[in-house]
């Protein structure tokens, strides 16, 4: 892929060598992040932050990565504060908006908007989900999450073994993760749902034409036993035609510390992952609060590994990764 200028909606567009390419500026990009040392190499740059759905983490994580390369970010997060009220198109709002700024970030509730985006401006987009359809971002520090908590490297993702769990149907990061994945060999899946919210067939069919193996089932204990990650998710009740229907999947599943020592033994240190949030409401919990202190939680250290990563795609779309490499050797 060619990073100069170019859109970020999807995996599918992504090459083996390109997550070797993010990975690696992502890894520079750590003290940056962690503000061990200090860059303006986007001084002068403008962000537009465009978030048309709730979020916490990407948005402030991709405002986070902006500023400590030294850009500046303007945000719209409330579309009823925005002339879409008075009638505005997404599309001319979009094409105002890639007028004054150098990248965009945006989410949208719809499923495909961002392609509609990506239409109306020549201004790079960077997608932070669309609907029930994909969150690359996310996928792409989750994927660099498994290979910091297993320490492994690009060509050792190869074989690995994972458990992805919840609402499989309507979760964006799944799908994405899912395709994310498909860049390597022999994954051993575990897909565990209700059934009326299992993976979407058509991943399902590209899955099994790359030769994966996969494994579909309703129970936790069972479909977490064996693997190298387990990745939960959250119901993802705002996206059901009625309150009811997603409120009846609350609390499918909550993995608790004695469920995860059952299934990888007592002292196991199998990496737990979420994209969060969790829904922490009575009744849900994807993750049970005793394993908030267990060295196998990682998904804090996950929500923190979106700055360097967002930070690369910055990098390399508005093409400072040279000025910064060099910075980097200096300092
Ligand atoms: N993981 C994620 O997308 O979280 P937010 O909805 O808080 O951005």
């Given amino acids: 892929m060619h990073f100069h200028g170019a859109d970020i909606l999807s995996i599918d567009p992504l090459e083996r060598s390109d997550l070797a390419t993010i990975f690696e500026v992502a890894a520079m990009m750590e003290v940056y992040a962690e503000h061990q040392k200090i860059t303006r ?79 109306a401006t020549t201004c790079p987009i960077i997608s932070a989900g669309d609907g029930a359809g994909e969150h690359p971002t996310q996928a792409l520090l989750d994927l660099y999450t498994i290979m910091k908590e297993t320490t492994r490297s690009l060509d050792e993702i190869n074989g690995l073994s994972i458990a992805i769990i919840g609402d499989l149907k309507h979760g964006r990061t799944v799908h994405s993760l899912v395709k994310l994945l498909l860049l390597f060999h022999h994954i051993h899946f575990s897909f565990i749902s209700p059934k009326e919210l299992s993976l979407p067939s058509d991943l399902l069919e590209r899955i099994a034409s790359h030769g994966h193996s996969v494994r579909e089932g309703t129970d936790l204990i069972h479909g977490i036993r064996g693997v190298d990650v387990i990745y939960m998710t959250r119901i993802q009740e705002e996206r059901f035609l009625s309150p009811s229907e997603g409120e009846r999947h609350r609390g499918s599943y909550s993995l608790t510390k004695d469920l995860y020592e059952l299934a990888c033994g007592p002292h196991a240190r199998v990496p737990i992952l979420h994209p969060l949030p969790r829904d922490s409401r009575p009744g849900a919990l994807e993750i049970a609060h005793d394993l908030n202190n267990h060295p196998a939680l990682a998904i804090f250290r996950q929500a923190r590994n979106g700055i360097p990563l967002r930070m690369a795609l910055f990098a390399l779309i508005l093409k400072v990764t040279d000025k910064i490499k060099k910075e980097h050797s200096l300092q």
């Fill in 41 to 119: 190499v986007l001084e002068g740059a403008v962000l537009g932050n465009l978030f048309f759905e709730p979020s916490t983490r990407s948005r402030v994580s991709f405002e986070t990565a902006f500023y400590r390369l030294g850009g500046s970010v303007t945000n719209i997060l409330d579309k009823t504060a925005t002339s879409i009220v008075k009638g505005e198109s997404l599309e001319d709002t979009i094409r105002v908006m890639g007028g004054y700024a150098d990248i965009l970030v945006i989410r949208h509730p719809e499923e495909g908007a961002l392609k509609e985006c990506a239409e």
